[in-house]
């Protein structure tokens, strides 16, 4: 991916007139565990958030989360997943990370690549780690900072032919962020998840 492909975002420091103030916001888990502790802060948070039992292909939404590494590679747990669903999408985020960040998206940042396919239109790659298959420390904020990165780039966003992110994504779906490999247990990804929400979105 090139400058010139439209698919970078820059941040928008203007506050013109745009459809929607959030995002809805669709947490999926295809475990037990994971859907419990969705629940849970479902209802402490404001916004348009529901949680969906099932894979996050499933659901009706413009754009999907991918908590990759900060080098794109996207070899195991969702994104294999997404990997086998958007053709090409690998070396799109690894482009991506290589145009616009040197090679290594930071933990805390995120990117939005096409997905080739009508819909979802979009995937937010914000990594949760640093190398592939890293296990993060109990004490991590990672998913925090993953789920912010996505939050700040619906609602700052603009892609590279000047349309604002949130003007043509309106649902985001988000699995387990660090859930997998990264060992975080449901409810800390849960509790960080609707912290950087309402950071984001409520407590302005």
């Known amino acids: 991916m090139t400058a010139e492909s439209g698919t970078h975002l ?8 745009v459809p929607r103030v959030m995002p809805e916001l669709v947490l999926c888990a295809l475990d037990d565990a994971l859907a419990r502790a969705w629940k849970s802060v479902r209802d402490k948070v404001s916004g348009p958030v529901r949680v969906h039992n099932g894979s996050v292909l499933d659901v009706d939404a413009q754009a999907v989360v991918s908590p990759a590494n900060s080098f794109g590679w996207m070899r195991g747990g969702i994104d294999a997943v997404y990997a086998k669903a958007f053709p090409g999408i690998e070396q799109q985020v690894r482009s991506a990370i290589l145009a616009y960040h040197g090679g290594e998206l930071p933990v805390g940042e995120a990117v939005v690549v096409p997905t080739g396919v009508q819909a979802p ?10 190398e592939p298959g890293e296990r993060l420390p109990v004490d991590t904020v990672h998913p ?3 789920a ?10 603009v892609l590279e032919h000047g349309t604002e992110l949130r003007r043509v994504v309106t649902t985001i779906a988000m699995p387990g962020l660090g859930t997998g490999v990264g060992g975080v247990t449901p409810e800390t990804c849960a509790h960080q998840v609707a912290a950087a929400w309402e950071e984001v979105f409520i407590q302005r």
């Open 10 to 17: 820059r941040r928008n420091g203007s506050t013109g007139d």
């Open 121 to 130: 239109e979009w995937l937010i790659s914000a990594p949760t780690m640093r």
């Open 144 to 146: 925090y900072l993953a």
């Open 148 to 157: 912010k990165a996505v939050f700040l780039c619906w609602r700052d966003g």
